[in-house]
């Protein structure tokens, strides 16, 4: 048996740490439960003999055995009786098992320096990561945003109170989900990104404050009141966002993201379809037909209408007006006649 047909196959664990490695010098090697195999994984969903690892003249190649699950590599599907050349290196998955295959000229990364690590892991409690100084940040920015906007709407010589309760409740609503999304990453893989969630929150609500602030602002600018149809989509739009973004972290397969954009999309078209049912009979069917607080009037940028031209355009609305009085006049006289 010549060098280079010897290997090393890795069990890993959901978080990309190697669990077992086992050396391969004979070939073939059987993977499964059973106590006939080479090598045998406690997992429930392989079968007895899963699949076989052997050597041929293009190299190690894996070949799946007869099995309920098979495997996957990558985002193609592996089925009985099917055979893939591995090359250096290549990770794959049999049943739920994620497996590593490493030939003797597969590259190795350098090996780390004992001093950087250690003195990493004693600092490590006194300063904070990028990572970490980014999500403070944000979190800063956001708590930022929460007391101007609080300010905007509360009479000057407001209480404290009065902020603290508009900043401190959203703010524990935040880690609760936060920290909801991380339990639920560490159910399914083994980790508890905190921050990760921690940063996707924070974006999406810093950027619907931002939305909130500067669509009042153009529609009022610009005398375009149809804009504020917007306001009404930022939030369903948002929340579809908001959870297929955190399910990227809870579940990272291509496959099982796909199906949950399709769905936050289904929800969505749900959500404005009722949307414009129930607004079916007011004059613009996704958001208010006009501004209930009106920005600084040195933000106007277009010429005010003057009043003659609004009351020609209500001049239409008369006689419809008019008609409509009638026809309840007349029912109203008629219920005074049934009742004499």
């Given at each position: 048996?010549?060098?280079?047909?010897?290997?090393?196959?890795?069990?890993?664990?959901?978080?990309?740490?190697?669990?077992?490695?086992?050396?391969?010098?004979?070939?073939?090697?059987?993977?499964?439960?059973?106590?006939?195999?080479?090598?045998?994984?406690?997992?429930?969903?392989?079968?007895?003999?899963?699949?076989?690892?052997?050597?041929?003249?293009?190299?190690?190649?894996?070949?799946?055995?007869?099995?309920?699950?098979?495997?996957?590599?990558?985002?193609?599907?592996?089925?009985?009786?099917?055979?893939?050349?591995?090359?250096?290196?290549?990770?794959?998955?049999?049943?739920?098992?994620?497996?590593?295959?490493?030939?003797?000229?597969?590259?190795?990364?350098?090996?780390?320096?004992?001093?950087?690590?250690?003195?990493?892991?004693?600092?490590?409690?006194?300063?904070?990561?990028?990572?970490?100084?980014?999500?403070?940040?944000?979190?800063?920015?956001?708590?930022?945003?929460?007391?101007?906007?609080?300010?905007?709407?509360?009479?000057?010589?407001?209480?404290?109170?009065?902020?603290?309760?508009?900043?401190?409740?959203?703010?524990?609503?935040l880690l609760l989900w936060v920290g909801f999304c991380a339990l639920l990453t560490q159910l399914f893989r083994r980790s508890f990104p905190f921050a990760a969630h921690l940063r996707i929150a924070l974006?999406?609500?810093?950027?619907?404050?931002?939305?909130?602030?500067?669509?009042?602002?153009?529609?009022?600018?610009?005398?375009?009141?149809?804009?504020?149809?917007?306001?009404?989509?930022?939030?369903?739009?948002?929340?579809?966002?908001?959870?297929?973004?955190?399910?990227?972290?809870?579940?990272?397969?291509?496959?099982?993201?796909?199906?949950?954009?399709?769905?936050?999309?289904?929800?969505?078209?749900?959500?404005l379809g009722l949307d414009m049912a129930r607004r079916q009979e007011q004059q613009y069917w996704l958001g208010p037909a006009y501004l209930s607080a009106l920005p600084p009037p040195a933000l106007r940028l277009v010429e005010p209408k003057p009043v003659g031209?609004?009351?020609?355009?209500?001049?239409?609305?008369?006689?419809?007006?008019?008609?409509?009085?009638?026809?309840?006049?007349?029912?109203?006289?008629?219920?005074?006649?049934?009742?004499?």
């Amino acid at each position: 048996m010549t060098a280079q047909r010897i290997g090393v196959l890795e069990l890993l664990g959901r978080e990309g740490q190697v669990l077992r490695v086992q050396r391969v010098t004979q070939w073939p090697l059987r993977i499964g439960r059973s106590a006939a195999c080479d090598w045998i994984l406690d997992d429930p969903h392989l079968a007895a003999e899963h699949a076989q690892l052997d050597w041929a003249e293009s190299g190690p190649q894996l070949q799946m055995l007869a099995s309920l699950n098979g495997g996957w590599l990558g985002e193609r599907r592996l089925r009985a009786g099917e055979e893939l050349v591995l090359g250096d290196s290549a990770q794959f998955q049999l049943g739920a098992s994620q497996l590593r295959w490493r030939s003797l000229d597969a590259a190795l990364p350098p090996e780390q320096p004992l001093e950087s690590h250690l003195h990493r892991l004693q600092g490590q409690h006194l300063r904070l990561r990028p990572g970490m100084l980014q999500v403070l940040g944000l979190l800063l920015l956001w708590l930022a945003m929460l007391v101007g906007q609080q300010w905007s709407q509360l009479d000057p010589g407001a209480r404290w109170m009065d902020y603290s309760t508009a900043v401190l409740g959203p703010l524990g609503l935040l880690l609760l989900w936060v920290g909801f999304c991380a339990l639920l990453t560490q159910l399914f893989r083994r980790s508890f990104p905190f921050a990760a969630h921690l940063r996707i929150a924070l974006s999406l609500l810093i950027l619907r404050l931002l939305l909130a602030q500067l669509l009042p602002a153009l529609a009022y600018a610009f005398s375009w009141p149809r804009l504020m149809v917007l306001e009404g989509l930022t939030d369903t739009f948002g929340l579809a966002l908001l959870l297929t973004w955190h399910a990227s972290l809870i579940w990272p397969r291509p496959r099982v993201l796909r199906r949950i954009a399709i769905a936050m999309l289904a929800l969505v078209c749900l959500d404005l379809g009722l949307d414009m049912a129930r607004r079916q009979e007011q004059q613009y069917w996704l958001g208010p037909a006009y501004l209930s607080a009106l920005p600084p009037p040195a933000l106007r940028l277009v010429e005010p209408k003057p009043v003659g031209e609004l009351m020609e355009s209500l001049r239409p609305l008369e006689a419809e007006l008019a008609a409509q009085a009638k026809k309840e006049n007349d029912q109203a006289g008629v219920s005074v006649e049934l009742e004499d």
